[in-house]
Every structure is written in structure tokens, then in C-alpha cells.
């Protein structure tokens, strides 16, 4: 139980193209999702948290306008890179959470952006 | 807000020893603890997870305590098999705001 999908898993386009990334949850209904981006052998930095049906809450630092997050249902999430540049090449994962206490997130498999 | 310190950031152990890693957690009102396993291009995968009203938790080779006076908690590999090897996460969260900690590069060598 308690997986998450994303897609793509990897992802190589041009400079100034805008790349959407999904994140579903399969078996069970996902209150909130979050977003991270993971340098090479670095931590999961936070980059927003949504809840469905409400707008993202994006952490200290990253632009709401340039990372698109809709959190339409309860099962998917969704990452829209705008515009994406080749400092936006980083390996993005999402996760998943019922909301409940006690609970740990469930993540993706995670989608590696390449921009040329 | 929530701040996680995981130390140390690399370790490497022979096969067959143990491996401990620990972290501190800032806010006294964290409840919830897990850690996560993470191999090369993979997805982080919990491992194992303890609640805050507990102490100490096992399962198999793999155990975690917990010390809330001073906030912080341990995650115990015993027997470690080169299959050990891998990044290891530990997280501090209250509902739905989890914190991670920096994250351990595991080496287990045969």
C-alpha cells in the first residue's frame, strides 16, 4: 500500500520550455502532497507544500511564478516548471501524506530535468 | 520553525558491524520520527518510524530510540550487509510539517 506515482522520470529539453511534472497517489487519498529538489548527494529541500483544493504554501527562497503547483484532487499533484533554464536542472521528487498524525510522507520515484 | 541536525554525514563500517546515526530536533512539539533509505537514483523509502509517547522501537536489524528531555533520536544498524549501503534520512515532523535532516551516506564494506 501507500504508493506514488510521478512522471516523467526523466526529462531533457531546451532553455525556455515549461515541463509539468505529476505526482498521484494510487491506493490511498492524499490531503497533502510536497515538493522537493535534490542537488547530487544533498538533502530533500522543501519547495512548497499543497493541500487540495487550496493554493501552495512554496518555502522561503523559491518563486511561486516560476514552480506551478495545483493540487486539484486528491490524488494528484502537479509541478509545473516555467520557462525552466538550465539552472533548473536538479532531480524534483514529490510526496505524499493522508494528513492524518503519526503519519510518514510517501514518495515518488522522482523525475530527473535536464534543460540544454 | 522545525530545525533537524543529523550527524555524522558519512560513515563507513565494516560488514557485520554496527552503524548508529543520530539526530536533534529543534521544536519540543514534534511527535513523529521517521527515517528514510535512500540508494543511488531511488526513491527515499521509510524504514522505520517512532512516535514521540515511545522510546525505543526494533524491527529486525534495524532500531531507533528516542530521548525527548533531549530531543534526540538514533537510528541503530546491527549485522550491516553491503546491501546497508545507502543514504539514510531521519525527519522530525507535526502533522503535516516534516523536517529533514541532512542526510547520512552509509558505506558498508565487505
Known amino acids: 500500500g501507500a504508493v506514488v506515482s510521478q512522471h516523467p522520470s526523466w526529462v531533457i529539453c531546451k532553455s525556455g520550455t515549461s515541463v509539468k511534472i505529476e505526482c498521484r497517489s494510487l491506493?490511498?487519498?492524499?490531503?497533502?502532497m510536497f515538493w522537493y529538489r535534490q542537488f547530487p548527494k544533498q538533502s530533500l529541500m522543501l519547495m512548497a507544500t499543497?493541500?487540495?483544493?487550496?493554493?501552495?504554501?512554496?518555502e522561503q527562497g523559491v518563486e511561486k511564478d516560476k514552480f506551478l503547483i495545483n493540487h486539484a484532487s486528491l490524488t494528484l499533484s502537479t509541478l509545473t516548471v516555467t520557462s525552466a533554464h538550465p539552472e533548473d536542472s536538479s532531480f524534483y521528487i514529490c510526496?505524499?501524506?493522508?494528513?492524518?498524525?503519526?503519519?510518514?510522507?510517501?514518495f515518488g520515484d522522482g523525475t530527473r530535468l535536464s534543460i540544454l | 520553525g522545525e530545525n533537524v541536525e543529523q550527524h555524522p554525514s558519512t560513515l563507513s563500517v565494516q560488514e557485520g558491524d554496527s552503524a548508529v546515526i543520530k539526530c536533534t530536533y529543534s521544536?519540543?512539539?514534534?511527535?513523529?520520527f521517521p527515517w528514510y533509505k535512500q540508494e543511488l537514483g531511488k526513491r527515499p523509502q521509510l524504514i522505520i518510524d517512532?512516535?514521540?509517547?515511545?522510546g525505543e522501537k526494533k524491527d529486525q536489524r534495524i532500531a531507533v530510540t528516542l530521548n525527548k528531555t533531549a530531543k534526540h533520536f538514533s537510528l541503530h544498524i546491527t549485522e550491516t550487509q553491503p546491501e546497508d549501503s545507502a543514504v539514510y534520512f531521519c525527519?522530525?515532523?507535526?502533522?503535516?510539517?516534516?523536517?529533514f535532516g541532512a542526510g547520512t551516506r552509509l558505506t558498508v564494506k565487505p
Open positions: 525527519a522530525a515532523s507535526i502533522v503535516a510539517d516534516m523536517r
Open positions: 517512532i512516535r514521540s509517547n515511545v
Open positions: 491506493d490511498f487519498q492524499a490531503t497533502t
Open positions: 521544536d519540543s512539539a514534534s511527535n513523529y
Open positions: 510526496s505524499a501524506q493522508t494528513g492524518r498524525m503519526y503519519q510518514p510522507q510517501h
Open positions: 499543497s493541500n487540495e483544493g487550496s493554493k501552495a504554501t512554496y
